[in-house]
């Protein structure tokens, strides 16, 4: 269910559990198949199945009889049966069939919270609404990622054992690959010292260094369009293919409090026979340096200190998690609000 203010203390306790009013992926596409499968996301419980037409519905993770998990049931294509007693549900959250009662009055009502769906670039994306019944925006995506002719992605997800805004704030520091990754592939060059600058953009923002640009990981940018997502780029040389810099586009997703699920979609702009080289060079060679990459983030984010933002001292290279941090303590605020003035009035 929908968590309500009078389950949170602030708009920061509201912030720590993810904002709504957004896509987010919450699985990559080969996770769900026919076999119903549970998920936690926001610290809401939702089973998600593919209809006998691949079609992906995802809905509230509980029978309205009993509270057992739909995921532990049976997919019946566009409606799925709990394995305690047979209730049926439809994707559109209305209970189809009480096979153990004729006539039951649980027919017809819709019980249980639905959660649009869009399947795209091998993600399965949900949107999260704040208030019930609103209309999604549209996703839209960087220019890597949704121009398929010309570049060529693999997409990489991991849950991690943090809160997401950490793993959001590990992207937005350019800095951090000079040193925690300085003995990778790709980020073994460069200054360990440099001015960073921030540049407001139509979406969000970029924040790079201002006296090194094209040799390490030296800026990233932050968007909000329809999703949050981050993006940036890192020199590649001729050896590790064609299709020039190595493009990362980034998300992440709560899963509760204390996990995330990211989503890294690693992409190159190649066509043609360069698509096919790059796809072989990365399964068989590179893959494997990018996850070694990936886990040094996770140990590090893993064990930060307890509540590590109460006690920090931030300096100049944190201007852009700074500024993430503003935009998205505003907009928690604000849908906080909402909430809390929708309660008021149905009180």
């Not at 119903?36 to 509230?60: C, N, S, Y």
């Not at 019944?133 to 949704?146: D, I, K, S, V, Y």
Request: hydrophobic share 35%.
């Amino acid at each position: 269910m929908m968590m309500t203010n009078t389950q949170l203390q602030n708009y920061q306790d509201y912030l720590d559990v993810g904002l709504r009013g957004q896509w987010y992926p919450v699985l990559s596409s080969w996770e769900v198949s026919s076999n119903p499968i549970g998920i936690t996301r926001l610290e809401e419980q939702i089973v998600l199945w593919r209809d006998d037409k691949g079609q992906i519905h995802a809905l509230e993770d509980r029978c309205p009889h009993r509270g057992a998990r739909l995921s532990m049931g049976w997919n019946l294509g566009e409606r799925i049966a709990c394995w305690y007693h047979g209730v049926e549900v439809g994707g559109d959250g209305i209970v189809k069939d009480v096979p153990a009662v004729s006539q039951c009055p649980l027919e017809g009502q819709k019980c249980l919270k639905t959660y649009p769906v869009q399947e795209v670039h091998g993600a399965i994306f949900l949107y999260f609404a704040v208030i019930d019944g609103e209309t999604p925006p549209t996703l839209e995506f960087p220019e890597e990622l949704a121009d398929d002719e010309n570049h060529s992605n693999f997409l990489c997800t991991a849950s991690w054992k943090c809160n997401y805004q950490y793993a959001l704030e590990n992207v937005m520091d350019p800095m951090h690959g000079t040193y925690l990754h300085s003995s990778s592939h790709s980020m073994a060059e460069g200054d360990k010292q440099s001015e960073m600058i921030l540049e407001a953009t139509k979406n969000g923002f970029i924040f790079r260094k201002n006296d090194q640009i094209g040799v390490n990981f030296d800026w990233v940018e932050f968007a909000s369009t329809g999703a949050n997502w981050l993006r940036l780029s890192i020199p590649y040389q001729k050896r590790f293919g064609p299709g020039g810099h190595f493009w990362i586009i980034g998300m992440v997703v709560p899963e509760d409090r204390h996990h995330t699920r990211v989503f890294f979609w690693r992409i190159r702009k190649v066509k043609d026979w360069q698509r096919d080289l790059w796809r072989f060079m990365y399964r068989n060679r590179l893959e494997g340096l990018h996850w070694d990459v990936l886990e040094q983030d996770r140990i590090i984010l893993e064990n930060l200190t307890p509540n590590a933002r109460d006690k920090e001292f931030l300096y100049q290279h944190d201007v852009g998690l700074s500024r993430l941090r503003r935009i998205m303590q505003r907009e928690a605020k604000k849908q906080f609000d909402l909430i809390n003035n929708k309660e008021t009035e149905n009180a």
